[in-house]
């Protein structure tokens, strides 16, 4: 089995500080997706849960993308919500990605290491 990590080292946190982890890791045509927030030249942007959740999803797809995967391979997506009440707002924008091909899901409740309202990573699947 070959195991290819995309994007080593080019992840950015805050200060433009290298992240000591690989954007997406793949393996037998499994792509594994780290958690996204909603990030722009590692600082946190946007206002609202729609803007926010918008960023970070546009984030998470970016990666899968540039690894060859579109959203119909995506298998699986796990969610963290700093507010629960940002639960049916979330489901809007992410019903506006996926609805075509919703996978799996996992949403909880977190407190978020950066200051932000949502993290989403996800699973995609692609037959090589």
């Known amino acids: 089995m070959t195991i290819t990590r995309h994007g080593v080292g080019q992840a950015k946190g805050n200060g433009q500080k290298a992240l000591p982890f690989a954007k997406a890791t793949e393996a037998d045509g499994w792509l594994y997706v780290s958690g996204q927030t909603p990030m722009r030249d590692g600082e946190v942007v946007g206002r609202g849960i729609v803007e926010q959740s918008e960023i970070a999803i546009e984030n ?36 506006r990605y996926f609805g075509e091909h919703p996978p799996a899901r996992a949403c909880v409740q977190s407190a978020m290491v950066v200051d932000c309202k949502v993290e989403v990573d996800c699973i995609a699947y692609r037959r090589k």
Not at 61 to 84: S, T
């Open 60 to 95: 998470m797809l970016k990666i899968a993308a540039d690894a060859g995967y579109g959203p119909e391979d995506i298998v699986r997506v796990g969610v963290w919500l700093d507010d629960p009440r940002d639960f049916w707002s979330f489901n809007g924008v992410f019903e």
